[in-house]
Nanobody, 115 residues
Framework: QVRLVESGGGLVQAGDSLRLSCAAS????????MDWYRQIPGKERELVAR???????EYADSVRGRFTISRNWPRNMVFLEMNSLKVEETGVYFC?????????WGPGTQVTVSS
């Protein structure tokens, strides 16, 4: 059974940085596409960053240059380094992958950016 658990969220000020972690079990993060999504209040859940099995990364236009997705194979974890955070990026951040044609989500971690 594939399981994802996010951590690292918290309360920061605008301009600060945070590093989110996603611990995966039941699936090797180095051999599958792993995504970070966020759910901002009043908006649809959106894809923030992606790392493919070959290491290729993709970012939403709004975070490109500020966020970095990475992975650690031995620890089977995926990370999202977020810099220069903005108040409007307050929300719940989720780790996601697809296993056996089904979306797998973690419970999410809350990121709150204050002004």
């Amino acid at each position: 059974q594939v399981r994802l658990v996010e951590s690292g969220g918290g309360l920061v000020q605008a301009g600060d940085s945070l590093r989110l972690s996603c611990a995966a079990s039941g699936i090797p993060v180095g051999r599958t596409t792993m995504d970070w999504y966020r759910q901002i209040p009043g908006k649809e859940r959106e894809l923030v960053a992606r790392i493919s099995s070959d290491g290729t990364t993709e970012y939403a236009d709004s975070v490109r240059g500020r966020f970095t997705i990475s992975r650690n194979w031995p620890r089977n974890m995926v990370f999202l380094e977020m810099n220069s955070l903005k108040v409007e990026e307050t929300g719940v951040y989720f780790c996601n992958t697809i296993s056996r044609s089904r979306d797998v989500w973690g419970p999410g971690t809350q990121v709150t950016v204050s002004s």
